[in-house]
């Protein structure tokens, strides 16, 4: 050690202060780009790996979402080749339409994904359908469903592209087959109709990112359903797009990068066609969330390469330190800061966000709504007889349901956005954005029913266990113009579950049931 030290002293006395300068400079340079080349080749290898890891998660999506379409398609096709067999087997008087009637509601009713059935003769008139055991004088011959398959002699099922149903108003996506008679004659067409918002809800359970997409589309490009639902899209045409127009075309399934069309966004695509039906799945990741903290990453990295160069001078390193300490000073107020932020805007018993944190946050998405038009709902509970609760428990105990129940609340609360709080006493409001009316009612029926399951000791109540009461409004419906009209609407709400029984959910006043 004391012989390199000699040697480094000597040559450096040996140099000229110009050429020590030259050569730590040159020590330096070579130093940075060293460091940079090894950081930059890992940057890019992690990137890889990022896009590769973005493309086996989108091709999971494209996996479950085409799944679920062809089991739903699966079930309709089977439900019209019986009720196909029956039409054309069978004569449609009226003992025979109220055993179809009977069999179309049970079908409905047993499969998910179908919202109704229909008979039609040849003209087009309704004979069966599965809402309704009264004949309905309606008819259906101008649906190119129905004159796909006068024009058609094949009794394949047909997937029409997506129409606004008369009977519901929703938006549907008809799948249909033909009948005929003995002689093969166009006798006319069975019908199921999937609703697209049943589609809609299982994309929303998927993991994608708030600009990432995730699609059903027939192979002539008519969406089927998207995620996020955009209703001007649903009679767009895609087949211009790069995905059919490049991709499809020379492969089923596959992945790929594309901006999209229809926002504009870059994205790492997935798509894949399900066999046996004329559908394409596809989802997409946007790039910005797949290199989010990738990014980061970057600016850490880089980050590091100029300490590195701080540190090879003394002042440097100092000058880090006192970076380093004022960073973590500035980390522990900010923790501070955020705690008491926290503490204001929980309710110090539940755990929920309170009354205040509530306000501000309808406050924002009501402001949201006006400008984008979009949904929002809210729903008002209320445990049942619960004075009764504290008067026979004691007011730890009712501390203690008041606990559950806000756990119970916050367990069927699955997305970001969504906010459950306690409203005050033994109420709890729940705040749910890009929601509607009957979306809200099932969220709220979800936590009515864990709440009645969790089956919670309670004497003092007629059915012996904690039941809650709730009144679900949404900001379309009729007099709700302000904040305050949605909390009066909800309110109002709840009163008429409490007056009709409790434990249930009220979405509609007598008012609006009478008309």
């Known amino acids: ?31 940075c780009v060293t460091l940079a080349s090894a950081i930059a080749w890992q940057l890019k290898q992690s990137a890889n790996e990022r896009l590769m890891n973005a493309r086996i998660a989108v091709s999971n999506i494209v996996r479950a979402s085409g799944q679920q379409a062809e089991d739903t398609l699966r079930q309709a096709e089977s439900i019209l080749s019986n009720l196909a067999e029956r039409v054309e087997n069978d004569k449609l008087d ?78 549907i996506i008809p799948v249909s087959r033909r009948t005929q008679y003995p002689d093969g004659s166009f006798s006319g067409v069975v019908l199921a109709t999937l609703p697209v918002a049943y589609f809609q809800h299982f994309f929303e359970r ?30 767009t045409n895609i087949a211009k797009g790069e995905l059919f127009s490049r991709y499809l075309i020379n492969s089923d399934d596959g992945t790929a990068s594309l901006t999209s069309m229809v926002d504009g966004v870059e994205r790492v695509y997935a798509y894949s066609r399900i066999p046996g039906l004329p559908i394409v799945a596809a989802a997409g990741l946007s790039l910005d969330s797949v290199f989010d903290t990738w990014w980061t990453y970057v600016y850490q990295a880089s980050i590091m390469v100029v300490l590195i160069i701080i540190v090879l001078t003394s002042l440097g390193f100092l000058f880090y330190r006192q970076i380093q300490r004022l960073l973590v000073a500035e980390a522990e107020l900010r923790l501070a800061q955020h705690d008491l932020e926290h503490i204001a805007k929980t309710d110090s018993l539940t755990g929920l966000p309170n009354r205040r944190c509530f306000d501000a946050k309808l406050a924002q998405e009501w402001s949201r709504t006006s400008r984008t038009e979009s949904s929002v709902a809210l729903i008002l509970i209320d445990i049942d007889w619960f004075k009764q609760y504290n008067d026979y428990y004691g007011h730890v105990l009712g501390d203690e349901c008041l606990k559950q129940i806000a756990q119970l609340i916050g367990k ?82 709840l009163y008429s579950a409490k007056k009709m029984g409790r434990n249930r959910v009220e979405h509609q006043s007598r008012e609006d049931l009478k008309t």
């Open 206 to 235: 998927l993991d994608v990112d708030k600009q990432g997409v995730i699609l059903l589309a027939l192979n002539n490009g008519d969406l089927l359903a998207r995620r996020p639902m955009i209703d001007t899209l649903m009679t």
């Open 1 to 31: 050690m004391m012989s390199s030290m000699k040697t480094i002293m000597l040559v450096s006395g040996r140099l000229t202060p110009k050429a020590l300068s030259v050569g730590l400079i040159a020590f330096i340079f070579l130093i």
């Open 412 to 493: 069927n609360i699955n997305r970001p956005a969504d906010l459950a709080a306690r409203y005050g006493g033994e109420e709890f409001v729940i705040l749910l954005p890009e929601t509607n009316l009957a979306g809200a009612v099932n969220i709220a029926e979800e936590v009515r029913s864990a709440i009645e399951a969790a089956d919670i000791e309670h004497r003092g109540s007629s059915v012996g266990i904690v039941t809650i009461s709730a009144g679900v409004a949404s900001n379309h419906q009729d007099g709700v113009i302000e904040p305050a009209d949605l909390l009066e609407k909800a309110d109002s709400l």
């Open 94 to 171: 009226a003992e025979q339409r109220t055993r179809l009637f009977k069999v179309m509601a049970s079908n409905v009713e047993a499969t998910d994904g179908i919202q109704g059935l229909f008979i039609y003769n040849s003209n087009g008139d309704w004979v069966v359908n599965s809402f309704s055991s009264e004949t309905v004088a309606k008819n259906n011959s101008d649906r190119s469903y129905f004159i796909y398959h006068k024009n058609h002699p094949d009794t394949a099922t047909h997937i029409g592209q997506v129409i606004l149903s008369r009977t519901t108003g929703e938006m």
